[in-house]
């Protein structure tokens, strides 16, 4: 049996299990081993079975050996991790190498260095905490935009005799090449183009809708959509690259939704509800409803400011840092001195991390492969925008490519097992309500997520090779 002794450093946060191991208790395996080697390989030269053992040593001795080591080691190190209950993070390291070979066998000496995590408790969390909750206001000038906005998305017809254009009008116009403010005698055109008042550029857009139909303008085609570059092309439709950037505009057409009439069934239909047929009922109602759209948005603050609260009331997990950073940089950054700021941000994705799996023990939060599954599905349903059953046979062989990649199959994992957690934690903190309007939330929103995202997303570039699954 080989000799096993450890040392734990409660200052830096690791132990390091050393473990001898004689020549005579590896070397059986390794004989034994390349016997079935001599009975199985098949090599040119050599009949089944034939193969000199001097010959199969040369070729497969030392890999067979370093094999046969590494197994005996595994061994010993994870008896040594279930005993010992250490919160480990990181992989195990170890400190030296040996020099035994298939050619000069002898007694090997590792030590394996661990990083662990100390037992804690989690801190912060009481019902004496009340962390801000927002109920999203709707004033009547938002509403009234909205009633506007949907009676005309759901419209089918269109006032007739539109001489002006508005916003939100359909217009159509006939291009034509000129050049100075004169169509060429030659000229390239295009009739119905449509222009997309929201594309084009400011300073034409004001000009558009000052314009009446039939009016001529002179334009830069660059102008009637910002969005594109070879507009030129996409306008004339030839092909042809020397002409100049320069059109006149003819408005041909002007198309105006007609809005639906305020009836009820408008808002019977506006709201999925056969018994509204007042009109004060419905505002009320339409105005409850943007307000519960908000719901999602509110509930991922409210979740936030759990988090934030719980990582500044526990901002004293001891991680092994210094252990944490030779790992990334020789097991993920080829020897590369890692950066402060990634670094930093790994360690703090490291510590919510370990925050996550006591507060899942203690709250009894588990994740079953179904539940790992169905948030699969959802996304598959929810990026096509199709309506369909998540659990429809058409996703089946995406949701099992999914489910085989490791990766993606952790992300989704710690989606879930942090939204079910979240469900937990929010009736563990008080609420402190506060009404706030659309504009203060989206301030808020942004707050917590838009600037900090564009931090994280730019450590997560630096970070891609680092989160690896044996990292977190």
Not at 24 to 40: F, H, M, R
Not at 44 to 67: C, D, H, Q, T, W
Not at 362 to 369: A, D, G, L, R
Request: net charge negative.
């Amino acid at each position: 049996m080989p000799t096993l002794n450890h040392v734990i450093n409660e200052d830096t946060n690791t132990a390091v299990l050393s473990i001898e191991l004689k020549a005579a208790e590896y070397l059986p395996k390794v004989e034994k081993k390349l016997k079935e080697y001599k009975n199985k390989v098949q090599l040119k030269g050599f009949r089944n079975g034939e193969v000199p053992m001097s010959f199969l040593k040369a070729k497969f001795g030392n890999s067979i050996l370093s094999e046969e080591i590494q197994g005996i080691v595994n061994d010993e190190l994870s008896a040594f991790l279930d005993q010992s209950k250490l919160n480990v993070v990181g992989s195990p390291m170890p400190l030296n190498k040996y020099d035994a070979s298939i050619q000069k066998p002898q007694d090997v000496k590792l030590d394996i260095e661990i990083g662990f995590i100390p037992q804690f408790e989690v801190k912060g969390i009481s019902k004496e905490y009340a962390l801000p909750f927002y109920t999203v206001s709707i004033d009547d000038q938002t509403l009234d935009k909205e009633i506007d906005s949907q009676r005309k998305k759901r419209s089918s017809e269109f006032e007739s005799d539109v001489n002006d254009i508005q916003e939100g009008d359909s217009v159509s116009v006939t291009l034509s090449e000129s050049e100075n403010g004169t169509v060429k005698s030659e000229a390239l055109s295009a009739e119905s183009v449509i222009v997309n008042l929201e594309n084009c550029s400011e300073a034409l857009k004001d000009r558009l809708l000052k314009a009446m139909i039939g009016e001529k303008l002179t334009v830069n085609l660059a102008d009637l959509d910002i969005k594109t570059d070879d507009t030129k092309i996409n306008y004339y439709g030839s092909g042809v690259n020397h002409y100049s950037n320069e059109a006149e505009a003819e408005i041909t057409e002007i198309k105006r939704i007609k809005k639906r009439d305020l009836n009820a069934d408008f808002f019977k239909e506006l709201l999925q509800d056969e018994t509204v047929e007042d009109y004060n009922v419905f505002r009320e109602r339409l105005r409850s409803a943007i307000s519960d759209s908000f719901s999602s948005a509110v509930y991922n603050v409210y979740n936030r400011s759990i988090f934030e609260h719980l990582m500044k009331h526990n901002d004293d997990l001891r991680l092994p840092t210094d252990f944490l950073k030779r790992f990334v940089q020789e097991t993920q950054m080829n020897g590369k001195t890692i950066e402060d700021g990634q670094f930093s941000e790994l360690v703090k994705q490291l510590s919510w991390g370990t925050l996550i799996n006591e507060l899942c023990s203690i709250n009894n939060v588990n994740v079953s492969p179904e539940d790992v599954e169905y948030e699969m599905r959802m996304a598959i349903v929810s990026y096509y925008g199709i309506q369909i059953s998540p659990f429809h046979n058409l996703f089946d062989d995406q949701v099992k490519k999914m489910k085989e990649d490791k990766e993606t199959y952790r992300k989704y994992y710690e989606d879930v097992q942090e939204s079910k957690l979240f469900v937990a934690l929010e009736e563990q903190f008080s609420k402190d309500n506060k009404v706030v309007t659309i504009d203060e939330f989206k301030s808020i929103y942004d707050s917590f997520f838009v600037k900090k995202q564009e931090k994280e997303e730019a450590e997560a570039e630096k970070l891609d090779s680092i989160l690896e699954n044996e990292v977190l």
